[in-house]
């Protein structure tokens, strides 16, 4: 099966600094983490950060969603975060311009 996204529920963890969305594979659940400083583009005039960071998210699920896809099919866990935040962003550099 492939991996796909039905819920679009993120959310943000200010103890960890990250926010972090879920992926299934059949019943299979997996909790992807995206680490602030990968979120470049993090809107600084929003209300909050936690809001900023969110828009941020949902300014591109699609390509961060791709991105989890490609992280997923190189091995199967029930957590991913990237260890290089650089490379989340330069991997999807047309999501964050």
């Known amino acids: 099966m492939a991996l796909t ?3 679009r529920s993120r959310s943000y963890d200010e103890a960890g ?3 972090h969305f879920l992926g299934y594979n059949g019943m299979f659940e997996m909790l ?9 583009n993090a809107k600084p005039e929003a209300a ?3 809001a900023g960071y969110l828009a941020t998210f ?3 699920p699609d390509s961060i ?3 989890a896809r490609k992280v997923y099919s190189h091995g199967r866990k ?3 975060q990237p260890r ?3 490379r989340f962003e330069q991997r999807t550099s047309k999501a964050f311009p």
Do not use: G
């Open 48 to 50: 909050t950060a936690e």
């Open 84 to 86: 290089k935040p650089q």
């Open 65 to 67: 969603r791709d991105v």
């Open 17 to 19: 600094q990250y926010l």
């Open 78 to 80: 029930n957590v991913y």
């Open 58 to 60: 949902d300014a591109s």
């Open 5 to 7: 996204f039905p819920n």
């Open 32 to 40: 992807f983490l995206i680490e602030i400083e990968a979120l470049a």
